[in-house]
Nanobody, 126 residues
Framework: QVQLVESGGGLVQAGGSRRLSCAAS????????MGWFRQAPGKEREFVAA????????VYADFVKGRFTISRDVAKNTVYLQMNSLKPEDTAVYYC???????????????????WGQGTQVTVSS
């Protein structure tokens, strides 16, 4: 059974950095697309970034381009989200998700589809 476990959340000042990790287990992830989503209070969950497990190709939401970097360590079965130049509006619960699918489909994935972690809170203070 696939398990995704996020870590690395916490409180950070505006302009600061934080790295989130997503430890994946339960199968080999060749052919998977892994991604990060976030959900702020009172808002819908939104796509942040995605990476192909095999080739390392990446896609980003416009609002994080140039600030966030998604990467993966195949040997450690871990996906990372390096977040720089954080803003108060980046405050949210960040979720790791993945499936054997396309980038396009993953961007639209709901919590009832694919595999999801439990989320990790990131709070950016002004």
């Amino acid at each position: 059974q696939v398990q995704l476990v996020e870590s690395g959340g916490g409180l950070v000042q505006a302009g600061g950095s934080r790295r989130l990790s997503c430890a994946a287990s339960g199968r080999t992830f060749s052919g998977y697309v892994m991604g990060w989503f976030r959900q702020a209070p009172g808002k819908e969950r939104e796509f942040v970034a995605a990476i192909s497990w095999s080739g390392g190709y990446t896609v980003y939401a416009d609002f994080v381009k140039g600030r966030f970097t998604i990467s993966r360590d195949v040997a450690k079965n871990t996906v990372y989200l390096q977040m720089n130049s954080l803003k108060p509006e980046d405050t949210a619960v960040y979720y790791c998700a993945g499936d054997r699918t396309t980038f396009q489909a993953l961007r639209l994935m709901t919590p009832r589809q694919g595999y999801w972690g439990q989320g990790t809170q990131v709070t950016v203070s002004s």
